[in-house]
């Protein structure tokens, strides 16, 4: 079952995402982000939306489920055990789907730079996040370490 498929079976079913999400135990914003593609579901949110939408766990497109995995920048690959080979990357406008490039988190440190020059690099660097995080199709992953990236560059800046 693709992420299409599961829309599609909850329109049929005339479900709204909040009725699915209470059938399934979910909140509407998990349902809301599997659907669109910006979150991946667990072996255990899957069996749940299938029950919910009375088909067979099996249906589920095992690609659509998240692996066991740490979250944040180890899940989106920047801290892997061991040697690894690096991940192949695009430019957002290019191939968002295959965009792989990570937040800069050195931005944090102010170095020689002014407190006036620090907070302006975090404001732009807070304008590439949001270009990020609005752009479809964007890995799930990498998603998630720009998101994280943003509440840190929020917090810094109501500072």
């Known amino acids: 079952m693709s992420r299409q498929h599961i829309s599609d079976l909850r329109k049929f079913r005339k479900l709204s995402q909040a009725a699915l999400a209470k059938a399934a135990g979910l909140t509407l914003s998990e349902i809301s982000r599997i659907e669109c593609g910006y979150r991946d579901m667990s072996e255990a949110e899957a069996v749940l939306i ?11 497109d095992p690609s659509l489920l998240k692996v066991a995995a740490p979250a944040g920048l180890a899940a989106a690959g920047v801290i892997a055990p061991g040697p690894a080979a690096p ?7 290019e191939d968002p789907a ?13 170095g020689e730079l002014s407190e006036f020059d620090q ?31 943003e509440r840190k560059l929020q917090d810094r800046l109501r500072q």
């Open 50 to 60: 299938a029950k919910a939408l009375e088909v067979l766990p099996a249906k589920i």
């Open 119 to 149: 907070r302006q690099r975090l404001v732009v660097a807070l304008k590439r996040t949001a270009q990020v995080l609005h752009t479809p199709k964007v890995p799930a992953a990498t998603w998630r370490a720009w998101r994280e990236f």
């Open 98 to 110: 295959n965009y792989r490039e990570m937040p800069d988190e050195t931005l944090f440190v102010r």
């Open 87 to 93: 991940l192949p990357s695009a430019s957002l406008e």
